[in-house]
């Protein structure tokens, strides 16, 4: 397993929680990873991406709610989720690797490693 995404559960609008994906070493070193999101009957899309570099990128939708970081002595990027809306409700998944080394990919056929998914639910 390359990607391991853990951390989702219930929680009320408004709360916090936060998303880990452990990566492999070698996908660790991937120039981009990421979350992706996909609600019920949506397409995933983009939520947030972080560079080897450390250069950053969030959704205008989860723009000051949400932070994504990395740890690169645990290989692992996180994805710090405050101010929940029920709209945030869905499957996170952890993506690394860009397709087009070097670029940044705002739709999930841009990467080439998936982890698992997990759910998040945000209760009204």
């Given at each position: 397993?390359?990607?391991?995404?853990?951390?989702?559960?219930?929680?009320?609008?408004g709360?916090?929680?936060?998303?880990?994906?452990?990566?492999?070493?070698?996908?660790?070193?991937?120039?981009?990873?990421?979350?992706f999101?996909?609600?019920?009957?949506?397409?995933?899309?983009?939520?947030?991406?972080?560079?080897?570099?450390?250069?950053?990128?969030?959704?205008?939708?989860?723009?000051?709610?949400?932070?994504?970081?990395?740890?690169?002595?645990?290989?692992?990027?996180?994805?710090?989720?405050?101010?929940?809306?029920?709209?945030?409700?869905?499957?996170?998944?952890?993506?690394?690797?860009?397709?087009?080394?070097?670029?940044?990919?705002?739709?999930?056929?841009?990467?080439h490693?998936?982890?698992?998914?997990?759910?998040?639910?945000?209760?009204?």
């Open positions: 397993v390359q990607l391991q995404a853990s951390g989702g559960g219930l929680v009320q609008a709360g916090s929680l936060r998303l880990s994906c452990a990566a492999s070493a070698r996908t660790f070193r991937s120039d981009v990873m990421g979350w999101r996909q609600a019920p009957g949506k397409e995933r899309e983009y939520t947030a991406l972080i560079r080897w570099s450390g250069l950053t990128y969030h959704a205008d939708s989860v723009k000051g709610r949400f932070t994504i970081s990395r740890d690169n002595a645990k290989n692992t990027i996180h994805l710090q989720m405050n101010s929940l809306k029920p709209e945030d409700t869905g499957v996170y998944y952890c993506a690394a690797g860009s397709l087009d080394y070097g670029s940044v990919s705002l739709t999930p056929r841009g990467y490693y998936w982890g698992q998914g997990t759910q998040v639910t945000v209760s009204s």
